[in-house]
């Protein structure tokens, strides 16, 4: 039997919500399975990692996948998506173009 017991709902003067249900809990298991780390300790094919790393590049496919992305183009929404930005905890990088990047907040 579903008792649903453990959800809460809170409201605030500011709300932003997303449609893609469940991202945030699958963002949370990679992070505390190391999954970036397994990614970037396997997959060497930057030179340099500035600002982004193998497991960036490998998260945001998977990502675009899991939330029926058809086209890379469907990429480009969810990164001008603040509140999807800010609900996977995508650290803003300086630079002109404002990039953010999904840094592990362990």
Known sequence: ML???NIHFEM???DRAVNYGGIG???LM???????????GRVQL????L??????HV?????NA?????????????????????????????GSDNQRRFHPAL
């Open 30 to 40: 990679g992070q505390r399975l190391g999954l970036a780390e397994e990614i970037d």
């Open 66 to 94: 899991l939330l029926d992305g058809q086209r890379l183009e469907d990429i480009e929404l969810r990164r001008n998506d603040e509140a999807f930005l800010d609900g996977l905890g995508a650290q803003t990088h300086s």
């Open 46 to 49: 930057l030179k340099r990692h």
């Open 51 to 56: 600002p982004y790393h193998e497991s960036d």
């Open 59 to 63: 998260l945001n496919l998977a990502y």
């Open 3 to 5: 008792s649903a017991s």
């Open 12 to 14: 605030a003067e500011r």
């Open 25 to 27: 809990a699958i963002h």
